[in-house]
C-alpha cells in the first residue's frame, strides 16, 4: 500500500531527528543569512549535493525517508528566502512544485537534483522580487499586486487598497523598485502567463482571461512588450 510521506506536517518521528534538525538548521540557516546580506554569489556555492552528503548517513538507507528529509529541507529553504522578503505566494508555488517532483523521484540522483533546481529558482526569485529592503508600504504593495496577479488590477486598485495617495505611491514604488506600479503589475502577470502557456494546459484565450484581461488582443500586445515575443511563439 502506498504512504503519504509528504503529509502536511511533514513530520516523521526516528532516532535520527535530533541531528537532522542541527543540520538542516546550520544549512538553512547560512542560506538565510546570505540572502539577508543579499550575497547571491554566497548563496551560489549552496548546492544539494552538499546537503546529500550531510543527510545520508542518518537515513539508514531507506529512500522514501530520504525523500521526507529532502521535502523538509525544501520547506526549510522555501521558508526562509519568504523571510528574506520573496512573495510568499511565489515560493510557495516553488515548494509545491518541488513536493510533486519528490513524491515522483526514483532514485537519489534525482532527488539532488530537484533541490539544486529548487535552489536556483529561488535564487532567481530573490533576484527578481525580493523586497526585504523596501519600505513597509512598498513591500504591503507589491504583496498585493502578487495576491491579485489573477484579477484585473491597475495602479490605482493598488492605492486603494492601501488607503495612500495614487500620485504618492507611485512616486515611491518607482523610486524603491526601479519600476512603475503599472509595469510590475503587468510583469507579473506575464510571467504567469509564461508559466501557464509553457504548461500547455490552457489554451491562450484562457490564459488572458484567467490574468483578467478583457480583450485577448490587449493580452497579447503586453505580453510581446514584456516577453518580446508573441504567446503563441513556439519556445
Do not use: W
Not at 534525482?110 to 529548487?118: C, G, N
Amino acid at each position: 500500500m502506498a504512504h503519504d510521506y509528504l503529509s502536511d506536517q511533514m513530520f516523521l518521528e526516528t532516532e535520527q531527528e535530533q541531528d537532522f534538525s542541527r543540520m538542516s538548521y546550520e544549512f538553512t540557516s547560512q542560506l538565510f543569512q546570505s540572502l539577508r546580506q543579499f550575497d547571491l554569489d554566497q548563496y551560489k556555492t549552496l548546492t544539494s549535493s552538499d546537503y546529500a552528503k550531510l543527510v545520508t548517513p542518518y537515513i539508514g538507507g531507506d529512500f522514501e525517508v530520504l525523500k521526507l528529509y529532502m521535502a523538509v529541507h525544501a520547506a526549510d529553504c522555501t521558508r526562509f528566502v519568504t523571510f528574506s522578503g520573496v512573495p510568499k505566494m511565489i515560493t510557495e508555488n516553488l515548494k509545491k512544485q518541488a513536493f510533486v517532483q519528490i513524491t515522483k523521484a526514483r532514485t537519489q540522483k534525482e532527488l539532488v537534483d530537484i533541490i539544486e533546481q529548487l535552489f536556483k529558482d529561488l535564487m532567481k526569485a530573490h533576484e527578481k522580487y525580493g523586497i526585504g529592503a523596501y519600505s513597509q508600504t512598498i513591500r504591503r504593495a507589491v504583496e498585493y499586486i502578487q495576491s491579485r496577479r489573477f484579477q484585473p488590477l491597475s495602479a490605482g486598485d493598488v492605492a486603494r487598497h492601501l488607503h495612500v495617495e495614487r500620485t504618492s505611491l507611485s512616486k515611491r514604488f518607482h523610486r524603491e523598485t526601479g519600476q512603475t506600479i503599472t509595469d510590475y503589475i503587468h510583469t507579473m502577470k506575464m510571467d504567469a502567463a509564461e508559466e501557464m502557456i509553457h504548461s500547455r494546459n490552457y489554451s491562450l484565450l484562457e490564459v488572458s482571461d484567467l490574468l483578467g484581461y478583457s480583450s485577448y488582443n490587449y493580452f497579447c500586445k503586453v505580453y510581446k512588450k514584456y516577453k518580446h515575443c508573441a504567446p503563441s511563439d513556439p519556445y
